[in-house]
């Protein structure tokens, strides 16, 4: 059955270095969302993306996050340079439409900045 | 400012009894509600949602949600719980005007005993 996939599912890294996750929408969904889980802050909406452009990145750091999609098949979120305080679980969600909000997650990268 | 309140860490139950997990929110407008359901290093799973219409919601696996827009309350339900239902509920909402952000609670910890 079609699934939301993510690469890498375990990251470990040193601080400063870059770090780049990378998502599969399922096929034909036109929405993605890029979160990060953390036990002190929860699940957090970091961007999200329509067709291609993004609509919302206000949760995002703008000085290290970024969000691209180089075509509709492949998101990323890089971070560069990477801190400790980024160690948390990023899931990506797609979507058919906006509207409906009903996001199919994928089943996250787990990424700890040493 | 608009949120979601998910009052209790934890809930616990006796299998085959019935459940509640309890949620609340606080939006402008009218929301849309969602449910989703978190099993041990998997992402979300999409419940249920409630956009408009009956105020008793029907999802999968057995569980429904009742919207109640005088108490702003969108609480889960299951009639008979079983032990696989043991995971971490989440409660989320989007205002229907102004964005698609959806904001998610804190999340509950359903155990659920043989």
């Known amino acids: 059955d079609a699934r939301v996939t993510q690469t890498p599912r375990h990251k470990v890294t040193e601080m400063g270095q870059e770090v780049t996750m990378r998502c599969q929408p399922i096929l034909g969904h036109n929405t993605v969302f890029w979160y990060r889980q953390t036990m002190m802050q929860g699940l957090e909406l970091l961007a999200y993306?329509?067709?291609?452009?993004?609509?919302?990145d206000s949760g995002m750091p703008k000085d290290r996050f970024s969000a691209e999609m180089p075509d509709a098949t492949l998101a990323t979120l890089k971070i560069q340079p990477s801190e400790p305080r980024d160690s948390a679980v990023y899931f990506c969600?797609?979507?058919?439409?906006?509207?409906?909000?009903?996001?199919?997650f994928g089943p996250g990268t787990r990424l700890t900045v040493l | 400012a608009q949120s979601v309140a998910q009052p209790e860490d934890q809930v616990n139950v006796a299998e085959g009894n019935p459940l509640t997990v309890k949620c609340t929110y606080s939006v402008s407008g009218n929301p849309y509600l969602f449910w989703y359901v978190q099993y041990p290093n998997r992402g979300l799973q999409f419940l249920l949602k409630?956009?408009?219409?009956?105020?008793l919601v029907k999802g999968s696996y057995g569980f429904e949600a009742e919207f109640n827009k005088s108490q702003t309350s969108f609480h889960l339900k299951k009639p008979s719980a079983l032990v696989s239902d043991s995971a971490l509920y989440f409660c989320a909402v989007r205002p229907s005007t102004g964005g698609f952000k959806t904001i998610f609670g804190a999340g509950t910890r359903l155990f659920v005993k043989a």
């Open positions: 409630y956009i408009t219409g009956d105020n």
């Open positions: 993306f329509r067709n291609r452009a993004p609509l919302d």
């Open positions: 969600a797609s979507g058919l439409r906006l509207e409906d909000n009903e996001q199919f």
